[in-house]
């Protein structure tokens, strides 16, 4: 809860996003915590959206490119969009299907999803 509070603080919330990096980059200092291995999300409508966490986390490197958009906290994205503070489907096109699309376009082997059963199970 207090996270969310934290957002709207800007030094504190730069505070914030300093130690979650620490925390996040767990795989370079050792036993930190890097969150859950798999993370079930909820897609709505359109299905659960079954997402490999720590793989992307050894894929991408950088914690903040999807947590800048919420915090490392589960249930996140669910709390803010009730909160209307994100918009449905904002995370999806703006940090998962932008990057996939980013690496396709880019020529990369290795994209990740971009079809919508590719992601949503039903
Ligand atoms: C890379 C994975 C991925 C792909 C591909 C994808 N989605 Fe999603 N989708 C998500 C995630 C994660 C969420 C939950 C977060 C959010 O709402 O941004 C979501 C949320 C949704 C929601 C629920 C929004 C809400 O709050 O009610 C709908 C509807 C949806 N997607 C439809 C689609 C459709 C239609 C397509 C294909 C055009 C698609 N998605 C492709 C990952 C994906
Ligand atoms: C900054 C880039 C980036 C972001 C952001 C990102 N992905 Fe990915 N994702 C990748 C790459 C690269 C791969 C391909 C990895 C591979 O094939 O080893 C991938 C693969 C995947 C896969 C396929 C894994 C498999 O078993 O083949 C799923 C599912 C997925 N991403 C879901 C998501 C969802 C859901 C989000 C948003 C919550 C997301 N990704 C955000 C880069 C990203």
């Known amino acids: 809860m207090d996270a969310f509070k934290m ?8 505070t914030f996003l300093f130690f979650a990096l620490i925390l996040g980059s767990g795989s370079a200092v050792g ?5 859950a291995k798999e993370i079930l999300l909820n897609g709505g409508t359109s299905g659960p959206v079954p ?3 720590q793989r992307h986390q050894d894929i991408i490197g950088d914690c903040m490119i999807c ?6 906290q589960s249930g996140a994205i669910d709390e ?4 209307e ?7 999806m096109n703006q940090s998962c299907t932008r990057c996939h699309r980013a690496k396709k376009a880019a020529g990369e082997a290795k994209y990740g999803p971009i079809a919508c059963s590719q992601c949503h199970r039903k």
């Open 7 to 14: 957002r709207s603080i800007k030094p504190l919330s730069l």
């Open 31 to 35: 036993a930190e915590n890097r969150g």
């Open 51 to 53: 997402f490999p966490h």
């Open 67 to 72: 947590q800048d958009l919420f915090p490392q």
């Open 80 to 83: 803010l969009k009730s909160q």
């Open 85 to 91: 503070k994100l918009a449905k489907k904002q995370v």
